[in-house]
């Protein structure tokens, strides 16, 4: 028989795994985007200083540089390879689908990283001491290398929403899957709420500058390319919005938590409203209110913002084929990959699946329980949090629910039949349905669920009973 | 767990390429890596060692290490991604399941690292004058601290290597005694030989690197007669004594590989890493004075380069023979999926602008460390040109991005 790869599930009771590869996917965005912002404004700034001659330029670049290396260069080089670490455990099949089909792009991508790790170096320690114009060359070099890593790691993220055009499921091939409007969309978004977060960031240096008359021409800088951005990020969004898949509108108006879009509203005018302030005076630019400005993103305008995209690709994890369960949900025979849902709805989830403990293969009433937990890792808590805490708790989608019966018919009727708007479909076979219903009502009504499987027990003592005078009778004749 | 097993966890896309190419650009990427971490390793003790001492000397050599190791980090970081990326794409089946086995150290090797390095780069900035023995050394214990946060995470990265090559423990791990417990916060397997191995060469080839450092301060007489020769005694004794316990430990992994593939141990790959060791050892000792005196001075780094490539190799080899001599799993077999565009793209921006690029930056990075402090560095036209052309080929990039990308968007 045929296995199913579904590796292992980490489960995390405290947070749930999902919130896991949230926090720092904030926080690698927050550091990564500052970063390259920070790397094109150098570059421009650069070329002021030499076209001008204008040496005080170089020296913010100088003092921005040196806090990014400890802000992006740090924090934000280790957090990249975080988010896969993080999506290693958390959703192996999903990172692994976006591993295999653009290993290349991620490779190019590290070509440009290394020019970018050693080019901020360069710009930052070379102020006055190599000439203006290598100064300003490398600096444009760096910004370039360091933008270029955006448009590479874009066309992946716009993947895990949706192949870049839809023949790539019938043709493959790497392009299709990479470039498609929501790619665009998404790029020139970004591209322009990086630069918010640089000016915003930039602010936290530019306030220390001593010389009123040159932090009056950083901050009014500054204070442009975040109202520029800014509105014009706005913009782009609502194109990126029309290049979204039906099924991410669905979510969007149906299950998105009602506080993310009054947050982001509120924290793109806020800071339109801080680059007003500061624009009109330099004096209202401090530590603390940048430091607060760049906070409230990270914490209203990102998260909001990521907990959001990871939510508007259900029921799929990367590429519309692999769902977030990591279960293959279609074909794909551009790329020759088969859905595992009909081997699933042949032999199940615990005779097909790789990791699942021998004792738990058959389901009896004395393991009910424990296979119901190995089905809800398996099927439900990537998106569903197993404790009260953490995302989106499996119990409150039952509403207390203390009948076995009325949850394992739900289970069978809509999840297995992949008739629930948002969710995968789970084929899972009546035993399998049960066990997992026992599992979930057992979550915050255990007496009802241990009823049950007294039934259960019950009725299967009864059978036995039954079956032996017709076999003792067999043994006599 | 069967090979039928772990050929399933395979991912079903394929592989764009031949694994061999995977494997290849794996060894030699986490050859460069791993070379990165043994100087951040070696850079940092050096700092301990060294910092709170009142000689000129050691506190001009801790003073220079705290940068050697500050960057070195940056670069284990970024050139720690390669070899990451590659392993996930030929041993999928093995590199994941030891990730989620011990999800919750996986997680943690991101907070430390980074709590790490935040460490390094305090102490950093605590001691501006490290080199002037008249100040005090401040806020030693975030030295340690680094120091101790480093060795943490590349065990904590030694165990999940180690833990790919044993899937015949994973469901005892994932499941003990048939109760699953999924929330990874054990380290199941280690092997202290090899772990001590690969940080014990953290003193040969910081050894090596001191060799080259000491020929830089020469070359650019950025130092005088008796730093130069202490700096060499010092890079002697690393690289010696520091030789010497690697090998030993080298013999003790060998020692402890799994009965079936015993013989491994004298396999060719070995004996020829541990040749390339030993003669890198012995390296300075053959060239004399030539080390401080010409360019020879680079060649013990060099040669360590060449030796760690052989180690890597070692690595993979042994990763090769136990997956497939002892669990039926070959990676040869990973079904291909050729495309040729993203091939193309990697290979031609990897030699042409990353060749030109950083041949543009290290050259310039080089010439002003050898320029006077207070005097402006010019490059040579010959040096503009690269420059001019690394820039181009940058730009030439970004507009094949769109151009490619704007065609394939429109048919």
């Known amino acids: 028989m045929d296995w199913v790869g579904l590796y292992p599930t980490w489960y995390e009771p405290g947070v749930g795994s999902g919130w896991v590869v949230g926090i720092m996917a904030t926080i690698h965005v927050l550091a990564s985007h500052t970063s390259v912002g920070a790397a094109i404004l150098f570059a421009y700034l650069a070329v002021l200083a030499y076209r001008r001659n204008q040496p005080q330029l170089l020296d913010y670049i100088r003092k921005y540089g040196m806090f990014l290396l400890v802000f992006s260069y740090v924090i934000g080089s280790i957090t990249g390879p975080g988010i896969w670490f993080t999506t290693t455990v958390a959703s192996p099949r999903g990172i692994s689908a976006l591993i295999h089909s653009f290993v290349w792009k991620w490779a190019t991508e590290w070509v440009f990283f290394v020019i970018e790790v050693v080019g901020v170096y360069l710009v930052i320690y070379l102020v006055g001491r190599v000439d203006q114009r290598t100064h300003m060359r490398i600096a444009v070099i760096f910004g370039m290398a360091s933008y270029t890593t955006m448009l590479i790691i874009l066309g992946i993220l716009s993947f895990m929403m949706v192949p870049g055009k839809e023949v790539w499921f019938t043709e493959g091939g790497y392009l299709n899957g990479f470039y498609g409007s929501n790619t665009f969309a998404q790029l020139a978004m970004r591209t322009a709420f990086m630069f918010t977060m640089t000016a915003v960031v930039g602010g936290i240096v530019a306030a220390r500058i001593t010389d009123p008359a040159f932090k009056r021409e950083i901050s009014r800088k500054l204070a442009w390319l975040g109202i520029v951005s800014s509105i014009t990020g706005a913009a782009l969004f609502q194109w990126y919005i029309r290049t979204l898949p039906e099924t991410a509108h669905l979510v969007m108006d149906n299950r998105l938590p009602s506080y993310f879009q009054p947050a982001i509203i509120t924290v793109l005018l806020g800071i339109l409203a801080y680059f007003v302030m500061t624009l ?142 948002y969710m995968p479909m789970i084929p899972l076979k009546p035993e399998e349905a049960e066990a997992l219903a026992v599992f979930i009502v057992n979550m915050k009504q255990p007496q009802a669920a241990i009823a049950h499987i007294q039934h259960k027990a019950a009725l299967a003592q009864a059978d036995q009973a039954a079956a032996l005078p017709a076999t003792l009778t067999q043994e006599v004749r | 767990m069967n090979s039928e097993m772990l050929y399933a966890l395979r991912d079903v896309a394929g592989v764009p390429s ?99 390095y935040m460490a390094l780069y305090f102490f950093y900035s605590r001691n501006h004058h490290l080199d002037d023995p008249q100040h005090d050394t401040r806020s030693g214990w975030s030295l340690v601290a680094a120091l101790a946060l480093f060795l943490v995470v590349g065990f904590i990265m030694h165990v999940l290597t180690q833990q790919m090559l044993s899937p015949e423990k994973w469901m005892s791990w994932y499941a003990p005694g048939g109760v699953i417990e999924p929330r990874g916060r054990t380290l199941h397997d280690y092997n202290l030989w090899r772990f001590g191995f690969f940080i014990a060469l953290a003193a040969p080839v910081t050894g090596a690197w001191l060799f080259a450092y000491r020929r830089y301060l020469s070359a650019g007489q950025l130092a005088e007669a008796n730093y130069l020769q202490w700096v060499g005694a010092l890079a002697s004794k690393m690289l010696n004594i520091g030789g010497v316990i690697a090998l030993v430990l080298l013999g003790g ?142 730009g030439l990039w970004i507009v094949q991005f769109f151009v490619v990308g704007f065609v394939v968007w429109a048919q």
Request: proline share 5%; glycine share 8%.
């Open chain 1, 280 to 421: 009109i005076s330099s004096r209202t630019l401090v530590v603390w209110g940048a430091s607060a400005a760049t906070l409230s993103i990270l914490l209203f305008g990102l998260w909001p913002e990521e907990v959001a995209r990871e939510s508007i690709r259900k029921p799929w994890v990367a590429g519309q084929y692999i769902y977030s369960n990591q279960v293959v949900g279609r074909d794909v025979p551009g790329m020759n990959i088969k859905s595992e849902i009909p081997l699933l709805e042949t032999h199940g989830f615990l005779k097909t699946q790789v990791f699942v403990p021998n004792e738990l293969r058959v389901v009896t009433p004395d393991n009910m329980l424990k296979v119901g937990e190995s089905l809800a890792l398996t099927t439900c808590s990537n998106c569903h949090s197993l404790s009260d805490t953490g995302m989106r708790p499996l119990h409150r989608y039952f509403g207390g629910a203390t009948n076995v019966t009325e949850v394992e018919n739900y289970l069978r009727g809509a999840l297995s039949t992949g008739a629930t708007m």
């Open chain 2, 18 to 116: 031949h694994p061999i190419v995977f494997l290849v650009l794996g060894v030699l990427t986490f050859a460069l890596h791993i070379a990165a971490v043994q100087v951040m390793l070696g850079g940092t003790a050096l700092v301990l060692a060294n910092a709170f001492s009142r000689n000129p000397m050691r506190r001009r050599l801790a003073a220079a290490m705290t940068t050697t190791a500050k960057i070195a980090v940056s670069v284990a970081v970024v050139l720690g991604v390669a070899p990451l990326l590659f392993v996930q794409v030929t041993y999928d089946p093995f590199w994941y399941t030891s990730n989620v086995l011990s999800a919750w150290w996986v997680v943690g090797f991101i907070v430390l690292l980074i709590a790490g």
């Open chain 2, 253 to 394: 992994w060998m020692a402890t590989l799994p009965a079936n593939i015993a013989g491994f141990a004298t396999s060719p790959i070995v004996l020829l890493s541990m040749a390339l060791l030993l003669l890198t050892v012995a390296l300075p000792t053959v060239l004399g004075q030539r080390t401080l005196h010409t360019s020879l001075g680079y060649a013990p780094f060099a040669l360590g380069a060449v030796a760690l490539i052989a180690v890597a190799a070692l690595r993979e080899v042994l990763r090769w023979t136990v997956l497939k001599g002892i669990h039926g799993y070959d990676v040869f077999t990973y079904p291909v999926h050729l495309d040729w565009y993203s091939n193309v793209l990697f290979f031609s921006t990897f030699a042409l602008i990353g060749g030109s690029t950083l041949a543009y930056f290290l050259t310039i990075a080089w010439k002003v460390g050898q320029t006077p402090m207070g005097q402006i560095y010019t490059p040579s036209a010959a040096i503009d040109r690269i420059g001019t052309v690394s820039m181009w080929l940058v």
